[in-house]
């Protein structure tokens, strides 16, 4: 997976339409296939996890593509992925809805991607879950140790057509780490709701893909 | 001895079972002080349940969770149907509608979705078990266990879950959780409930709030028949020192599920069971022995014939610490530590009264 590269292009579209998950400036821009894989089951930091999912099968959702814009201070991301059964909103005590993020190394380690940062080196990531209003906005220092907060800068649309979902993310591009001309490396995940996937039960890049801003 | 010494104390409860006639008033003395936030409605932290009975949820004790041989045993995690919604009730009907007295309805309980319920908490209660007349059943009251060997908090992958040092408390960081719900899987007894509105799991926290004052937990003190002790297992002088580790009469309940709850029982004595002739077959409970050691554990026997022996000396004219112990006819002395009275502590000045 290093080595995949996904493009930010400058746009002058209307924000609106950027923000708008079927907006037309999104035909333009051509999308990165990016291939995912379950979270190792030997990773998840709790005994109880392993064994109650170790004859079940996670991270259900297989592929996704994104597609990346700047606009004046803001980065847009636009990921699509396959779901038949979307989960829209958590709405029994056994239900889970459908969840994406994307992680951005701060030191500009992409291993630092693989275990959601370790101590001293975080990642942050935007993470939006299907029901909630607002995205959140999330640092960690290792697994297990995510820490949501409200980021009123941070936006998320989203739209499920035709067993797809599309989410566009909103955030200030000065809130990442670019060195230079240079990228950072991103990493994707997607938690199938359907599947009851939540916490490390999700697909992710196995590696991680470099953002680079043109 | 089981002295819990993993923490400075170890807060215990017992429920002597002979005593509790579900009334269920500690489940309201819970409701009315915790469980009416947001969200919060359809949970009973405190519940009282029939057994035999399917509890609350529905089959609770069936839907795995705790250990097995050391390991985790995978949980299932009920929806709504099993573990019932907080109900709505028509008043309109009942109590405004004006007019023909024929339209007027009765209070019906009615799901979100318009529909008569199916299940509740407590769904089955009274129902028990056996065909008259040879019927049988008891309340069970359960609250967090407070478990030494929590299935909850390893569960958890974020370690929202932790046991307080100054007792042994578990409680939920509600700031950490993420309402992933493997601590509500994880927990035999079903005692975790998930708040969909704040997307968080919450349960029982023992009235910590209320122990940190000196005040004994809600359900302890407004019980009307004197079931619950509480105090600390460390103290060979409590109550609970005395029924779990001395007279061995209180019992953890499913000691099979390897948590170690730190919540016990002292089995009900049950009447005597019939013979063919409808006459009291006096060599057998009326109760399944064997339901009762899947329930207490292989020394229910042990514990129901010591208090039946201290219960005939006592009726033969002679002294009984273990009656005195749970007769209780001081009620302070169920209290352990937790002697104050609420209602004589000084209460803080509300908004609006100064």
Redesign the interface.
Known sequence: MTGTSVNAISSQADLEDILSPDGGVWNDIEGQHIELAPTPLDRQPSAYVQVAWKDRNHGETSALTVQAITHKDTLALRIQWAAAQPKRSIDDINAYADACAVSFSTSGEETDLNTMGCPGNPISAWHWRAGTEAPFSITASGIGTTERSADHQLQARSRWSEGQWQVVFAGPLKSLSFSGAGGIPVAFAVWCGANSERAGLKAHTPGSCQLTIK | MDTGATTKHQFAMVFDLNKCLGCQTCSIACKTQWTRGNGMDPQWWNIVNTIPGKGTPKNAFDLGGGYKDG?????E????AE?GEAWDFEYDNVFFKSGDTEERDYLRPREHDGKPPKWGPNWDEDMGGGEYPHSYFFYLPLVCMNCENP?CL??????SIYRRDEDGVILIDEERC?????C???CPYKRIY?N?RR?IAQKCISCFPRLEEGVAPACVRQCPGRVRHVGYLDDPESHISKLVNTWKVALPLRPDFGVKPRVFYVPPSMPLAFNEDDEFDESQSRFPMDEMRKLFGPDVEQALATVESEREKVAAGGQSELMDILISRNWNDMLGPYQQDPGKMVRPLRRGND
Do not use: I, M, Q, T
């Open positions: 390991k985790p045993v995978a949980g995690l009920p929806g709504k573990w299935a390893e569960a958890c992958p974020r370690d993420h309402g992933y719900r493997f509500v899987e994880a998930f969909e997307v």
